[in-house]
């Protein structure tokens, strides 16, 4: 590595740490930083400052929030009886994009994989059981990856929340929008033959 | 046209980039290799479920001798093991082979009998749709026929029925009471020890590995995972075995396994 002053040098090996960011990259938005403007680089900084001291945890379902209560914990227009179990707080945008669900969200904060050594008691999967055991909801929809991993944390939490006596359902899963069936493998058509539904 | 197509099983799957995988899979000519599938994560992606952990594949991939990481081009699925997933143990011990094979096998060295281990212990779990108690069952007996065989075929089981202290037979049948001598095993030792040299000053904690154990694992070693005469397992059958061979796993890779003790932990979940 070219000697560089030694701030550029610092924030070069900071960006360096970003996942998906090398050498070259992390050059490119140090030089840009350098180049920004005093005022452009203050807000980059507070917004990572602001990052770390304002967000949260929501105390209800897990999603990061920069209040007590999320948004969607908040919304008395949500109906509370439906919970949408998904793995990372960013399956929420995916969800929310459809404007079709209007229930509540529950996350993991991660799916049940033994070989990075997550366990069901690294996830979020007691505090789900706690709400569901204070009563009022009626149906979970399991909405994890469609990966092994998430496949296996869905069936995990159907047999763990079963007996509790709520309806636990899991997203669709098969073809997508706009592909082409001769190219979808033996385990995509499979999937999409067992969700089929009557027209 | 890609270099080279090989039979593989994908090991282990880590996020690259936007929406790329960096995928370590292991092929039945090559060994364990590592590429680059472009634009995997994507819903549309052209390797489609093919990329789970373990899925048998035919995988076709581009090499170039001054690089570690392949291109992989596409992947043809040959068997997948997503019906597994419903049975979380049975996940838990797919994992632990892709671990142990991963952290056991050196990259591009092509080890063929490695590669059948792992697809007969596959074919074996396949689902049945029997009991739970079944099931478990199933899941037991592979992982210890697998932890057995994956320590044999790295070169580093040591003689089950000599004590590495003295190197008297452990299982001698003309002891004068016919019974076989009792023998242990302990983090850091090679091999077993009897009784007399594990009450030596100096020999360290230690745990038994019984006799029934040896006689499994002495089965184990000529006869096929399928065959094996006990039927009825559970956690606590051969547990000793398998603690064991986890130990002389975890000596020579010179880490922990990260699945070994969730598999373990099997009592405390549903």
């Known amino acids: 590595m070219p000697d560089f002053a030694e701030p550029l040098a610092r924030l070069i090996n900071e960006f360096k740490r970003l996942p998906g960011i090398g050498q070259k990259s992390a050059q490119r938005l140090a030089f840009h930083v350098l180049r920004a403007s005093r005022e452009d680089a203050e807000h980059l900084a507070q917004a990572i400052l602001d990052v770390k001291d304002k967000l949260g945890l929501c105390r209800v379902c897990n999603n990061i929030s920069d209040r007590e209560l999320c948004q969607f914990c908040s919304d008395t227009n949500r109906d509370p009886k439906v919970v949408c179990v998904v793995e990372e707080p960013h399956g929420i945008l995916g969800i929310e994009t459809t404007r079709q669900y209007e229930g509540r969200y529950h996350v993991l904060h991660g799916a049940l994989s033994p ?28 909405a994890t990856n469609p990966t092994v991993e998430g496949e296996a944390t869905a069936v995990y939490l159907a047999r763990l929340l ?38 | ?14 996020p690259l980039k936007e929406a790329d995988l960096v995928v370590s899979f292991l092929t039945r000519d090559q060994g364990r290799l590592r590429g680059v599938a472009k634009r995997a994560r994507r819903p549309k992606s052209a390797f489609g479920s093919g990329l789970e952990r373990l899925s048998h594949v035919r995988m076709a991939y581009f090499q170039r001798e001054t690089r570690e990481l392949v291109n ?22 797919l ?36 009991s ?95 065959q094996i005469s ?18 002389q796993i975890e000596a020579h890779v010179e880490r922990k396994l990260v699945t070994a003790p969730l598999l373990e932990q099997r009592t405390l979940a549903p």
């Open chain 2, 95 to 130: 994992d632990y082979f892709a671990e142990v094979a991963e952290q056991l096998l050196p990259s591009a060295e092509a080890n063929e009998k490695f590669f059948r281990l792992m697809l007969a212990v596959l074919d074996f779990l396949r689902p049945v749709g029997g």
């Open chain 2, 72 to 93: 992989l081009d596409s992947c043809e699925l040959i068997r997948s093991q997503f019906g597994l997933a419903s049975d979380y143990w049975a996940s838990v011990a």
């Open chain 2, 230 to 247: 006990r039927t009825d397992w559970d956690q606590a059958t051969a547990a000793d075995l398998r603690r064991f061979l986890v130990q």
């Open chain 1, 115 to 142: 070989l990075r050594g997550i366990g069901p008691d690294s996830l979020k999967i007691k505090s789900l059981v706690e709400r569901i055991g204070q009563g009022g909801i009626e149906e979970v929809i399991v």
């Open chain 1, 162 to 199: 079963k007996p509790l006596g709520v309806k636990v359902s899991r997203i669709g899963m098969g073809v997508p929008v706009g592909s082409d069936l001769e190219f979808a493998d033996e385990v995509t058509i499979s999937k999409a033959m067992e969700g089929r539904r009557e027209m």
């Open chain 2, 132 to 226: 739970d108690r079944a099931n478990a069952g199933r899941v037991w007996r592979a992982v210890t026929y697998f932890s057995l065989w994956a320590v044999r075929l790295s070169g580093w089981l040591p003689e089950l029925h000599v004590c590495l202290g003295c190197g008297s037979l452990l299982d001698d049948p003309g002891a004068e009471d016919g019974r076989p001598e009792r023998a242990f095993f302990g983090r850091g030792r090679a091999g077993l020890i009897c009784g007399h040299c594990n009450r030596l000053p100096g020999s360290g904690s230690s745990w038994e590995l019984s006799a029934a154990s040896r006689s499994t694992a002495a089965e184990m070693l000529r006869t096929p995972v399928a």
């Open chain 2, 1 to 14: 046209m890609p270099t080279r197509v090989s039979e593989a099983l994908v090991l282990r799957t880590y």
